[in-house]
């Protein structure tokens, strides 16, 4: 019983001839061709399948026919056939025809006993027509292998780029070096000509403009005249760098929140700048770095992306091995005591009719270790005597570590303090902002605590310690408690931290601070600022209006001024006639007082001969 079948047919034009009734093709379109359907007689599901000849090279060959067979469709329902005009005879076509042709290949026989398999369906049919079409299914897999041939082969050629990539990376493994190489180095070496030259950041920094763009010319640098100060250092050093040279660096540490820390220059008052050397966290961490550590090594200029110089050895910490370095103990933990030994601030043959060191240390000795205040109303000399003190320890301690910390102070002043003092000199003048003033004083007192743990006797000149409370009134948090003067209730606890920190250490190392502390100003914060450390301190000197007025110097009250514990400082021979002599001016006001002592003063050449004759 035959059956009417509804199958769609493809039909392809052959070089030598064309199926008669057939359409013309439609022009190809870019992309994935479509499929056009029209309408074709019945096919007979009987029909053998025959060989086709191909005119045009007359071999037996089946045509390109493709078409899918539908089951279960009714008698004398129509027959659609899908015409496709293909491009070429290409690989996929004939990737095609190995597939079939793999799959046509006789399978083995099936034991006695066993269910025989399903016969295999004939690979073409013909039509109607008379010409052989291949079986459904291998006809769409043929019409998917020819029309999206090429789609694969653009994909496939994509996807195969980039999964290759991984494959061409590990044959050519030293491109992944040479990256990494020049990652690390920023730019290759030119030469090794200054190998074992070691250049100083500091030194560099120092330099004048000329000096720095004749050394900038010898580098070759392009275009150096047109360079700002900054941006020739850092031409200079990476200049040197790259001809094998050595940069070297050494800078206070300041460790900031997220772990890391740079190298701050006392020479930029502490300020972050472009000269700053960058710490890691671990090298912080290795060596047992702190904030306010003198450290110094071997730094590299920056790399690709990077802004700031890096440290790549630590050679120094407070000037020690890093190994020692590690052991210290901590400031907090160290022994304080009263000092018992003294600075002298008495400077013989100086050539100078200053009297102000000869009666510090009649009226009120220094020790190592002291907490000092000069209470000074305005206009009264405290800086001129600021500068007498740090030349007297210059002269007579060289031993010692001066600083002098200027706080909120005139411009005009701190030039001339950096031109008279040899010490370190760190201002913040009056211009900056309140947090400017905290952040220096605690880099500063950070710095001798370091030191003092390594055994060091470090001076701290304070100028003033009212004008810092200040800024830690206005920096720190409010607390709702308002004091009189407006000064908040937590306000001076960083201040008095400061200050406190002054002490002389059981087993070796000080820490002196000598700091100014505003009074008669007309102000009530001033005033509260002075009685809360009026007691702190275990020596005082008052500076007096009234001799300033009759231009009396040092202007010096006898009377107020002293020292606790002066005994420890003074012999007792020397002490016992300091009594007699504050015995013979108490009775007198303090212009005359002071007037009779340098009077006194003025006929000998040291206090020794002074108290001599005070015996006759």
């Keep these: 019983m035959s059956q009417e079948i509804e199958s769609p047919v493809v039909v392809t034009e052959a070089s030598s001839s064309a199926e008669a009734g057939s359409e013309a093709p439609a022009p190809r379109r870019r992309g994935r061709p479509r499929k056009k359907v029209e309408e074709k007689s019945v ?151 200054l190998e074992g030259v070691t250049l100083n950041l500091k030194e560099v920094s120092a330099k004048s403009p000329t000096e720095l763009l004749e050394l900038a010319n010898s580098f070759d640098i392009e275009n150096a005249a047109a360079m700002r100060k900054q941006e020739q250092v850092s031409a200079i050093l990476r200049a040197h760098g790259l001809r094998g040279g050595t940069i070297y660096s050494e800078g206070v540490l300041e460790i900031l929140p997220d772990g890391f820390g740079f190298l701050r220059s006392p020479d930029a008052n502490y300020l972050s700048g472009p000269d700053d050397v960058y710490v890691s966290t671990h090298q912080i961490r290795r060596f047992y770095l702190r904030k306010g550590d003198t450290v110094a ?52 043959h100086s050539g100078r009719k200053d009297m102000t060191g000869r009666i510090i240390d009649i009226v009120s000795p220094i020790g190592k270790g002291q907490r000092a205040l000069l209470v000074a109303p305005p206009r009264t000399g405290k800086t001129v005597m600021m500068q007498a003190i740090a030349h007297s320890i210059e002269a007579n301690h060289p031993e010692v570590v001066l600083m002098v910390l200027l706080i909120d102070e005139r411009p005009e002043e701190v030039t001339d303090m950096k031109r008279s003092v040899k010490g370190e000199v760190v201002s913040s003048t009056f211009d900056e902002p309140a947090q400017r003033h905290v952040q220096v004083s605690e880099m500063v007192i950070e710095k001798a605590k370091r030191l003092v743990e390594h055994g060091r006797d470090v001076v701290i000149l304070l100028d003033s310690i009212t004008r810092l409370a200040r800024a830690y009134n206005t920096v720190v948090p409010s607390s709702g408690k308002i004091l009189t003067g407006g000064v908040d209730a937590n306000a001076l606890h960083r201040p008095k931290r400061f200050f406190g920190a002054a002490r002389n250490i059981e087993g070796g190392g000080s820490l002196t601070i000598i700091a100014t502390a505003l009074v008669e100003t007309g102000s009530k914060m001033d005033e509260v600022i002075f009685e809360e450390f009026k007691g702190t301190g275990n020596m005082e000197i008052k500076l007096d209006r009234k001799l300033t007025d009759k231009r009396v110097f040092p202007a010096i009250d006898i009377a107020p001024s002293g020292t606790r514990k002066e005994e420890l400082l003074t012999p007792r021979d020397d002490l016992q006639k300091v009594w007699i002599l504050r015995k013979i001016l108490s009775p007198m006001g303090t212009v005359d007082a002071m007037e009779f002592l340098i009077d006194k003063l003025g006929t000998t050449k040291n206090n020794a001969e002074f108290f001599d004759r005070m015996n006759q």
């Design 43 to 193: 096919a007979d599901e009987s029909a053998a399948p025959v060989q086709v000849a191909d005119g045009g090279a007359g071999k037996a060959e089946v045509a390109k026919v493709a078409a899918a067979v539908g089951a279960g469709q009714n008698e004398g329902e129509a027959a659609v056939a899908v015409v496709v005009r293909p491009k070429k005879r290409d690989h996929a076509a004939r990737k095609a025809r190995k597939e079939e042709g793999g799959d046509a290949q006789p399978k083995s026989q099936p034991e006695s006993g066993e269910k025989p398999s399903r016969p295999p369906k004939p690979e073409y049919q013909m039509d109607e027509s008379g010409e052989a079409r291949p079986d459904g299914n291998v006809a769409e897999s043929a019409a998917r292998d020819e029309h999206g041939g090429a789609g694969d082969a653009q994909d496939g050629g994509r996807r195969n780029r980039w999964r290759n990539k991984g494959e061409r990376d590990q044959q050519r493994p030293d491109k992944q070096q040479r990256r990494n190489k020049q990652r690390d180095d920023g730019e290759e070496k030119i030469s090794d000509e």
């Design 297 to 348: 090594g071997e730094i590299r200029h920056p790399r690709r992306g990077e802004k700031y110089f890096a440290l790549k050895t630590v050679d120094t910490a407070n000037g020690e091995p890093p190994e020692v370095a590690r052991n210290k103990v901590l400031f907090d933990n160290l022994t304080p005591l009263y000092p018992n030994e003294r600075l002298r601030m008495e400077v013989e």
